[in-house]
């Protein structure tokens, strides 16, 4: 049996027979699960975004998981595995899609789960027992996908430095059985304990992860060294967990406590992102994975890592943000305003209470572009978006939906009991003509206002609403406001006056 998958995967009977033997040796095959290795893989699926990462050790007829982060098998046929191909090589073995490559592309992996497209593996090399220090590789560090992907080349220097963490773990595990024999040995296996500690240590330190572990029976709890760094503590005794949650603003701390226990009860892994507050005061942005671990069984603790994700959190704001701003206002996009305005429909509706949409359209704007140029109308727009995010309109949802159109959501009660006063402010605000040479440019806004009442159905009947109110507000006169269902027009009160002095 041996034979035949040695000349499957096309090593030499001798060369294999010796690397089954160094396997066997370390002694680590079907052994419980360790810390150090699931921090390792955990930070390489978190490192890379892949769906799973893996250190895969090969074995005569199979590939065995020592530790697997999103995957739940804990071995595969040797027939199968892309592992077995990667322990050929002397370097990291990527295969961008699996379905493009014939070596893998009928592999019941990737054609059933976990439908595995992308993968990429180092070998993990181990020194034999034989006289000339020979090394084999044992499996792999690999990460997996199922979208095709490539791997940059940074990314490929990362992905080697961690699989020489393993190399470390494994040939520390094996000198290990070597140095029990002597003195000497043994103070070489703790010199190496020491620089896998330390490449352990750097390996958080680059990503900024750490690992912790939380007792169930006394709530003990037990930190790296990034897990204090992150919180802004000197490394020591860790806090009790009590104090530890006061890290969290009330309302994360209240979740961290409510995933804890769910995590607990149901043994469901935890998952969780939240606001965080470190020692010295700086609010950052956390993240916490973990899972049960039994004993005999029985939950016995809760293990897992913690990273400060600050960084990409302020990023994916700002790229947030940016997809949902318009550039040259600041305001809301359109895109923005149709998710807000079903968002607050709904709210309206849950809880009973009103809610407006105001149209604005501004007039006069093509003669400013034709006659200013564009960069006064652009000065025009900016100013519009100032007055529609005055200190008294905080509470409303202002947005540009193009051109010269703008729109705002009310549902301040104060200020819909009154919607005509609010009108004619704005109206007021509005009024901002631009001078041009020797002459003035008139600019208003016309608006046009609805209601949600138990006729509109949906967003957009009330933006039809709003629209036919702006059309009856326009027919009337530039610079006046009208209400959807109500008879007559609204002008600001010095509006005639100020038009007649501009004109």
Known sequence: MVGRAVEKIGLPYEIEAARLSTLADLDILDTPPEHEFDTIVEIARRSFGCKIALVSLVDAHRQWFKAKSGLHACETPRGQAFCSYAILRDDLMVVPDATEDPR???????????????????????????????????????????????????????????????????????????????????????????????????????????????????????????????????????????????????????????ALAHTIATGEPLDLETDFVNAQGEDRRVRTLGEVELRDGVPHALVGVFQDITERHRIEQALRRSADTDDL??????????????????????????????????????????????????????????????????????????????????????????????????????????????AVIPVSGTIGAAFLDSDVIDASALLHNADLALYQAKNASRGTAAIFGRAGTITSADAADTQSRAA
Request: hydrophobic letters at 45%; a positive charge; glycine letters at 6%.
């Open 104 to 258: 893998f592309a009928d592999n019941p992996l990737v054609k059933g789960p976990p439908h595995m497209r992308f993968y990429a593996g180092m070998p993990l090399r181990v020194r034999g027992g034989r006289d000339d220090g020979a090394s084999f590789a044992m499996g792999t560090l690999c990460i997996i996908d199922t979208v095709p992907r490539t791997l940059s080349p940074g990314d490929a220097d990362m992905l080697r430095r961690l699989a020489k963490l393993v190399e470390s773990l494994l040939n520390t595990r094996a000198a290990l059985a070597v140095a029990l024999k002597t003195e000497s040995e043994h103070r070489t296996l703790l010199r190496r304990l020491d620089v896998t500690n330390r490449q352990f240590r750097q390996a958080e330190r680059m990503t900024n992860i750490g690992s912790w572990t939380l007792t169930l029976a006394d709530e003990g709890m037990e930190w790296s060294e990034q897990v204090y760094r992150i919180h802004g503590l000197p490394t020591g005794s860790p806090p009790p967990l009590d104090a530890a949650l006061r890290f969290y603003p009330p309302r994360a701390r209240a979740d961290v406590a409510a």
């Open 329 to 438: 206002t600041q305001l809301a996009n359109r895109a923005r305003f149709n998710d807000m305005l079903a968002r607050q429909m709904f709210a309206a509706r849950r809880t009973n209470l009103p809610l407006a949409l105001l149209l604005i359209d501004l007039d006069h704007f093509k003669t400013v572009n034709d006659r200013a140029g564009h960069r006064a109308g652009d000065m025009l727009l900016k100013a519009v978006a100032e007055q529609l995010t005055a200190p008294y309109l905080a509470d409303c949802f202002a947005a540009r939906l193009g051109g010269d159109e703008f729109v705002m959501i009310v549902t301040d009660e104060a200020m819909l009991a009154d919607l005509p006063s609010l009108l004619r402010r704005l109206l007021a605000d509005l009024r901002l003509p631009i001078a041009h040479g020797d």
